[in-house]
């Protein structure tokens, strides 16, 4: 019992990082039908801005907030001078921009700081463990999950709870209309991408002492946050919630039942999802 | 200039290419020599690429899965069954590669445009997990070693694992299977593809099955790829994870791209630029990825049309089947 309780929060920990990721790739996906490939580098890149930061001042609180404000600033940087330029040759262009982009970030990644995995250790309260339910805990896997589940309660109430987020739920569903309606939608889109890579680096900076900071981090989530985003249906955020649950706790329970194919059964499950219900499990029908 | 005129000139150039083809070995060194059979077996992989990509309008992230699909069952059959002749596992391995490309396209071309680009990704992905786990086949990080076999001409028998000979062994055999694929999106079916990019509603009502022209076009591609995948790890007397993983789709991603997916040649031409520049590069800086992002980042946002498109429009406008090299399909 004690250790499938283990296994279950470590599962939560990592679906939290995952919808810190998809959420922002499944929303710009809403709106701009563009897949962002460049957007589990922002994560990446986040992660190694923090290790950075920690190293030079000794804080991760922070880093924990500086390193998205510089992807915010990123993010915005790539929507509007990038992105947006090549909107007019279609989306294969788009896509293929994005995937550019993740490229030269791996290579600049590897070039600035080199390839060897590096440790973020934190301290203090974070480094602790505690007793959870007779089962002794790190603090940090559960601070990952408050963290993600607050950002995430943020994220749900800006988005239905103000007038912001009505804009941008109804840019998702028609941008069109929305931007006949007088709403400015090309600096919507630029907002959303640019809070997008912003999540996405907090997510990176969350990460790092958990998983410690490495080159292909951005390669290992990416494929995991696509799976998520096809499984929850391409623009729904609460597909996004159940499919990072899901997928969170399948990589978790994987690893303890059938630690050689955990990798595989990801597949299995996505190729089910898309054998059955190819939309996703909250998509809307082509 | 007359057409028949342009069609001999095409012709005289077409017989000067080929005669240059035929005496390389006696004008490039043997390292030089590698270096331009290697572009040749990138430029089928990248004509491969290109018929789903420029001609279908599918944008995949995954073909490196059936390049080293190829390449490995192609070592495999060489090292699991003494005495397989070298066309014996050349065939095998497009066998193989086939039926892969079966049942993946059955799978994937269910969803069209972003879903279907994330999700070929994903089943690269898995491929690779595959070449990791099951080292008992794959080798794992090892890879697999080959002593290529001889060829058998019937009156002699021929050591093409290098040099000379493996280049004229490309030449033939790469070469038809290029030649190959021009001449499939000529006929009916590759112009069928073609249409279905355009208007796919359309074809339907006039009674194509869109869906099986597309899974031809795609299980045609990955084989394909799969052979220019065994001729890979002919050139190097080795298969390793490599020849499946993410930067091998990358690679020809950035081939196609820069060559131009507008024309048939563009490829071609993507995989000799590509091999050589990266030849030229690698030896002045460890960092030649970024030069190369960089360059694929600025062809994007500047020359859609890719190399070829770059020539075309220079050269006075020749039709071509994409002009602007802005793709449809996506949607």
Not at chain 1, 239 to 258: D, H, N, R, T
Request: net charge neutral; aromatic share 12%; with cysteine.
């Amino acid at each position: 019992m004690g250790e499938a309780a283990v296994f279950f929060l470590h599962g939560l920990a990592y679906a939290g990082l995952l919808f810190l990721v998809s959420s922002g790739l499944t929303l710009v996906f809403g709106m701009m039908n563009v897949l962002n490939f460049a957007h589990a580098s922002f994560y990446m890149l986040g992660a190694y801005f923090a290790y950075s930061i920690l190293r030079f001042t000794g804080n991760f609180w922070l880093a924990l907030v500086i390193s998205p404000i510089i992807l915010l600033v990123i993010g915005a940087f790539v929507e509007r001078f990038l992105l947006r330029k090549v909107h007019v040759h279609g989306h294969v262009h788009e896509l293929l921009l994005t995937f550019g982009l993740a490229y030269i970030i791996q290579e600049a990644v590897k070039l600035l700081w080199g390839t060897t995995p590096m440790a973020m250790p934190v301290a203090g309260i974070l480094a602790d463990t505690v007793n959870l339910f007779g089962v002794v805990y790190p603090v940090y896997r559960l601070f990952i999950f408050c963290l993600s589940a607050l950002l995430g309660l943020g994220m749900a109430l800006v988005l239905f709870k103000t007038r912001i987020g009505i804009i941008v739920r109804a840019a998702v569903d028609d941008s069109p209309m929305v931007d006949a309606l007088g709403i400015n939608v090309p600096l919507v889109f630029m907002g959303v991408f640019a809070v997008g890579a912003a999540l996405s680096g907090f997510a990176g900076v969350a990460a790092g002492p958990l998983l410690s900071v490495f080159p292909g981090m951005a390669g290992s989530i990416l494929v995991d946050a696509f799976v998520v985003i096809v499984m929850g249906g391409m623009g729904s955020l609460g597909g996004a919630v159940l499919a990072s649950f899901i997928i969170g706790e399948l990589q978790s329970f994987g690893v303890l039942l059938f630690p050689d194919f955990s990798l595989a059964l990801i597949y299995m499950l996505m190729a089910l999802v898309l054998v059955l219900k190819p939309e996703g499990l909250f998509g809307e029908k082509q | 200039m007359m057409a028949s005129q342009k069609a001999m000139l095409h012709r005289v150039g077409l017989a000067l290419a080929l005669a240059l083809l035929l005496v390389m070995p006696w004008l490039l060194g043997s390292y030089q020599l590698r270096l331009f059979t290697e572009a040749m077996i990138f430029s089928l992989y990248a004509v491969s690429y290109n018929m789903l990509l420029g001609y279908a309008g599918l944008l995949s992230f995954g073909h490196a899965m059936f390049f080293g699909w190829g390449a490995f069952s192609f070592a495999v059959a060489l090292n699991h069954f003494p005495g397989m002749p070298l066309m014996g596992a050349v065939v095998l391995a497009m066998a193989s590669t086939t039926v892969m490309g079966l049942v993946v396209g059955v799978l994937l071309l269910r969803v069209k445009g972003t879903p279907f680009a994330l999700l070929t990704l994903a089943f690269n992905a898995l491929v690779f997990a595959i070449g990791i786990k099951w080292h008992s086949v794959t080798g794992g990080d090892d890879g697999l070693s080959i002593a290529t076999p001889t060829l058998n001409l019937g009156f002699t028998d021929l050591v093409v694992s290098h040099g000379p000979n493996l280049y004229y062994f490309t030449l033939v055999i790469v070469g038809a299977a290029i030649a190959f694929a021009w001449y499939f999106t000529r006929t009916a079916m590759g112009q069928s593809v073609l249409l279905i990019r355009e208007n796919e509603e359309r074809m339907r009502f006039l009674g194509y099955n869109t869906n099986v022209s597309r899974l031809i076009l795609f299980v045609l591609s990955g084989a394909l790829a799969g052979l220019a995948g065994s001729f890979y790890a002919i050139l190097n007397s080795f298969v390793s994870l490599d020849a499946v993983s993410i930067e091998m789709t990358t690679k020809v991603l950035l081939m196609t791209f820069i060559g131009g997916t507008g024309q048939f040649l563009g490829p071609v031409v993507g995989a000799f630029f590509f091999t050589y520049v990266q030849n030229f590069l690698s030896d002045l800086t460890d960092n030649w990825p970024l030069i190369m992002g960089a360059l694929f980042i600025a062809m994007v946002l500047w020359v859609p049309g890719g190399l070829a498109g770059l020539a075309a429009k220079l050269s006075g406008g020749r039709k071509d089947d994409d002009p602007d090299g802005t793709l449809a399909g996506l949607e």
